[in-house]
């Protein structure tokens, strides 16, 4: 599915204007959801990144913005606190309820959980919270304050170091906190409700999740995933909480319209690119979508594989049906069959029945083991069949390639 990203700006809770983007698929949009980001991060950060494009795939249109003094909104950090964090985030909602866009999906992270859930009864339309690796109260960031809070105290401010950056932090924040303990605002949420938490989190105990999940009604759930940090910073655990929302959300939105014939027409794979990052790019095959991108060492997000990989998988995976296929067909005894490859660019001297020993070729090296009581006979067989498959052909055959223009009209 092709995405669109618009970037947009509004007018946040004291005034200054909020840098935001929205991403869109193109063609019927099932809804909107509003992803709210972790305390001191942005709208650019990893896992909203994530989930972001895993929604979007779906068909549900991701607004992100920044907070007032934060990213590319304007504005002085200082000066907020978490109840103008929910004023930000009504003022969110308010941009998108005047383009007819009223969201459907609340989705926070960290602090900006704690914040959706109390933003939730400016959505009417609302089907569906989400929160991830949220505090139950927000006075929990007294504990990441605690060596700064008798000078803030004393002076009415401190400068404090968090996630690396410097930020000034005044008492009206602190005082602010306390005004938002409560739990008894959640009987009242009309909305399902997804807590993700991880048990590992050494900045927001899995406790918190607890009370959330206890003080909220039904329809609600919990998951709980292991070994993720805070700010889920490995891909992985990004991508996990991402594949779940965009499923859980189904049950809550209206059912999907049925369209025509699929855009797709003679096998074309369509690649766009995301505009988070240098390289990252969306792949979409027929109902199925992927995501390429380039390691962290050449300037990437390693948010998925590179082209280069893609190619190995589609041989390994190529090698592996055609000789399943084959085995099956001659009734040889194959129980289980794995593929490794791996590709370098290698001099033609180090190759053999080479002309121009400058220059550099590719080299693909790819291993079989296969596994069964097989004869050696059969082993030469299946590794001869190998060879064969089509996508190896392709590799190895002179492929011509036609690069056209599209023009708009």
Not at 61 to 77: H, I, M, Y
Not at 108 to 117: E, K
Not at 164 to 183: A, M, N, T, V
Not at 373 to 386: P, W
């Amino acid at each position: 599915m092709t995405i669109t990203t618009e970037k947009i700006s509004f007018h946040g809770a004291l005034g200054n204007t909020l840098s935001a983007r929205l991403d869109s698929p193109q063609g019927e949009i099932k809804a909107y959801a509003l992803f709210v980001h972790c305390f001191t991060c942005s709208k650019d950060f990893l896992a909203a990144s994530h989930i972001s494009s895993a929604l979007t795939e779906k068909g549900i249109a991701v607004l992100r913005f920044d907070f007032t003094g934060l990213g590319s909104s304007e504005g002085e950090f200082s000066n907020t606190n978490f109840s103008s964090n929910i004023e930000d985030i009504k003022a969110a909602i308010d941009f998108l309820k005047s383009k007819d866009k009223s969201p459907q999906i609340l989705i926070g992270h960290s602090l900006g959980g704690s914040a959706v859930l109390r933003a939730a009864e400016s959505v009417p339309d609302l089907k569906a919270l989400v929160t991830i690796n949220a505090p139950s109260d927000p006075s929990h960031l007294r504990h990441l304050l605690k060596n700064s809070l008798p000078e803030i105290e004393a002076q009415g401010y401190a400068k404090v170091v968090l996630a690396g950056r410097e930020f000034q932090i005044q008492k009206q924040f602190i005082d602010d906190l306390e005004k938002h303990k409560s739990l008894s605002y959640l009987k009242d949420i009309g909305a399902a409700l997804l807590i993700f938490h991880s048990p590992q989190d050494t900045i927001v105990d899995v406790d918190n999740a607890k009370m959330i999940f206890t003080a909220a009604h039904h329809p609600k759930n919990f998951i709980s995933f292991y070994e993720a940090d805070h700010l889920l910073t490995r891909p992985a655990d990004a991508t996990y909480v991402a594949d779940i929302i965009k499923s859980w959300v189904d049950r809550y939105l209206p059912e999907e319209k049925k369209s025509g014939p699929s855009e797709r027409k003679n096998n074309e794979v369509i690649v766009t690119e995301m505009g988070d990052g240098k390289f990252t790019q969306l792949i979409q095959v027929g109902e199925h979508t992927l995501m390429a991108d380039e390691s962290l060492e050449i300037g990437g997000n390693n948010k998925g594989p590179s082209p280069y990989d893609f190619i190995l998988a589609g041989l390994g995976a190529c090698t592996s049906m055609t000789i399943r296929m084959y085995a099956d067909r001659k009734k040889i005894p194959l129980e289980g069959i794995n593929v490794t490859l791996a590709h370098q660019k290698v001099y033609n001297e180090d190759l053999t029945n080479c002309v121009d020993k400058n220059e550099r070729l590719d080299l693909i090296e790819r291993v079989l083991f296969l596994e069964g009581d097989l004869t050696f006979e059969q082993k030469e067989d299946l590794v001869r069949i190998a060879e064969k498959c089509p996508v190896h052909k392709t590799l190895t055959q002179s492929s011509i390639i036609k690069t056209m223009l599209k023009v708009e009209l």
